[in-house]
């Protein structure tokens, strides 16, 4: 079985359109989603990649959380060094700008981060979200992000941020490997829930 990387970038080779959006197959966009996304894309020019906030949703389609996106280009610069900032399977991107960048790279994690931190790296301003609910994103236990694969995951992902530092000297970068350790996250997940 090709790996996810390999079929995003023959499908982004393959398609015509100027914008190009995604989503997995058990995921659910809302009927006016691509509508959105386009007025959005094409009101601002200087917009290369564009997420919305999302509905989570069980392996029953039942609704468990809302995830209300980071929003404005500056703000997502800020953050991404401290982890994903976009719901993947929600993004619409133009589709010649992904290609000038070189597509996805490789791997079986962590696609869709490693090409928003180059993305970044390019022009710091042109990803945003859009505020409305625009898409149903399923989780279940089989799902590449899922719990078994959590040390692959994070792995890929301090990678990731490693490189980014290397690369750019953005101290926050090396913040980003401290808010992902699991001793941290239990920490603020535990601070969390107790001032719920």
Not at 23 to 30: A, G, T, W, Y
Not at 78 to 84: D, E, S, V
């Amino acid at each position: 079985m090709p790996q996810l990387p390999y079929s995003l970038n023959f499908a982004l080779n393959e398609a015509k359109g100027e914008f190009i959006a995604r989503m997995d197959s058990d995921d659910i966009s809302m009927s006016d989603r691509f509508s959105k996304q386009v007025e959005y894309l094409e009101r601002y020019k200087d917009i290369n990649v564009l997420g919305t906030s999302y509905y989570t949703i069980n392996e029953d389609g039942i609704i468990t959380s809302k995830v209300k996106a980071t929003k404005t280009p500056e703000r997502i610069f800020a953050k991404l060094p401290l982890g994903i900032q976009l719901c993947h399977p929600s993004v619409m991107r133009r589709r010649d700008y992904i290609l000038r960048m070189g597509g996805y790279c490789y791997g079986f994690f962590a696609e869709d981060y490693d090409l928003w931190l180059r993305v970044i790296q390019d022009s710091p301003y042109c990803i945003d979200n859009i505020d409305d609910y625009l898409l149903k994103y399923r989780i279940h236990a089989s799902q590449a992000t899922s719990k078994k694969n959590v040390i692959k995951n994070k792995s890929y992902n301090y990678a990731l941020l490693l490189m980014n530092f290397i690369q750019t000297n953005r101290v926050k970068f090396l913040l980003g490997l401290i808010w992902i350790n699991p001793v941290f996250v239990g920490v603020k997940d535990y601070i969390k829930n107790k001032f719920k």
